[in-house]
């Protein structure tokens, strides 16, 4: 059984390279809490698979950059933060509010982006 997984598991991730893919796996959300990939964190404040507000941050370097995110779920909703220029070492923070419930198994994720450039991509399954 282990071989059959492991064959399994190397197809996709050869079939997501084959295809340019990015496969992200991700920790179930059965309740709020902090998700972090590299510079980028996303925090949820509700149970289950509910979203009323979801919290995208995104760490800076000691340099000038625009600083924004994309949060978006697999189900279809998407919202962009605001862009804030930020000039020293600080940890830029937005909100995104959704208010609606997703199904069970919907994705969860957010890019940041500094100065134009992906940080991390966080992502999460929402679970009841």
């Not at 709020?32 to 990939?37: A, E, T, V």
């Amino acid at each position: 059984m282990r071989s059959i997984t492991k064959k399994i598991t190397a197809g996709i991730g050869t079939l997501a390279a084959a295809l340019g893919c990015v496969v992200v796996a991700g920790p179930p959300a059965a309740a709020d809490g902090k998700w972090c990939n590299n510079s980028v964190c996303i925090k949820t404040y509700d149970t289950g698979t509910y979203l009323g507000r979801v919290e995208v941050s995104v760490t800076n370097t000691n340099q000038p950059h625009p600083i924004s995110a994309r949060v978006w779920t697999t189900s279809g909703w998407a919202a962009n933060t605001k862009v804030e220029d930020v000039s020293a070492f600080r940890t830029y923070r937005d909100q995104a509010y959704p208010q609606r419930h997703f199904p069970a198994g919907t994705r969860l994720c957010a890019e940041g982006f500094r100065g134009g450039a992906s940080v991390g991509l966080p992502c999460v399954t929402l679970t009841n």
